[in-house]
């Protein structure tokens, strides 16, 4: 492991699920076998403190806007199996990364191991296919003891009127539900306004604030 007072990494290749949860309680994130603890990243032209996020589904129920989303989306057919990469999956990365416009993504390997299903933990792939059968996002989500964690999602942007990231995230609570998981994490935000604001909008959702402690959140 390397460190500093704001920065962490290590190269782990397998964990348990318990493992996996105790990370994660941490602040830990990982793409593949990379795990890393950052308490700050550049946010414009500053610094901002990393705010980790997850939902205690405890707290959680849905919001009128994610009722009405989950209703338009009524024909939408989900698909829940073990994480893998295929060539399917390789082009709607390519389509996916047309979004971006800086610091866009290499690799779907920059955020999964070769073999993700396994490596370094269980993760599974959430699929959502439209009326046609057409695969159209996925998501992929590590199972721990206790909790899940959102780690990647892609969509082709044709269909981003379906809003097809909050979709992957709700499908994925629903998995955490079903299994009788405690948390379902989502990575990081900040207080600051940000692209990943999207994560504050879910009820029970709660913040890491670095001192060993998770609080609602309430920014």
């Not at 989500?141 to 269909?159: H, N, Q, R």
Request: some cysteine.
């Amino acid at each position: 492991m390397q460190s500093n007072d704001i920065w962490q990494y290590a190269y782990i290749q397998r964990l348990s699920p318990s493992q996996m949860d105790m990370l994660l309680a941490d602040g830990w994130r990982h793409f593949g076998t990379y795990f890393f603890r950052d308490m700050m990243n550049p946010l414009g032209e500053e610094l901002a403190v990393v705010t980790p996020i997850r939902i205690n589904l405890a707290k959680f129920q849905l919001s009128k806007h994610q009722k009405k989303l989950l209703r338009q989306n009524a024909r939408t057919h989900i698909v829940y199996r073990d994480a893998l990469i295929d060539a399917e999956k390789e082009a709607m990365f390519a389509k996916h990364t047309t979004r971006f416009t800086h610091n866009k993504p290499t690799s779907i390997y920059d955020f999964l191991a070769e073999t993700p299903a396994t490596i370094p933990c269980h993760t599974i792939e959430v699929c959502l296919y439209d009326e046609n059968n057409q695969m159209y996002a996925v998501s992929f989500l590590d199972v721990g003891k206790e909790s899940t964690s959102s780690i990647y999602a892609m969509f082709d942007p044709a269909y981003a009127q379906r809003s097809p990231g909050k979709h992957t995230i709700l499908a994925e609570l629903a998995y955490a539900q079903a299994q009788q998981k405690k948390y379902l994490y989502l990575g990081y935000a900040y207080r600051e306004t940000s692209h990943y604001d999207y994560k504050k909008q879910f009820q029970g959702a709660e913040y890491y604030d670095w001192q060993g402690n998770w609080l609602d959140l309430d920014f």
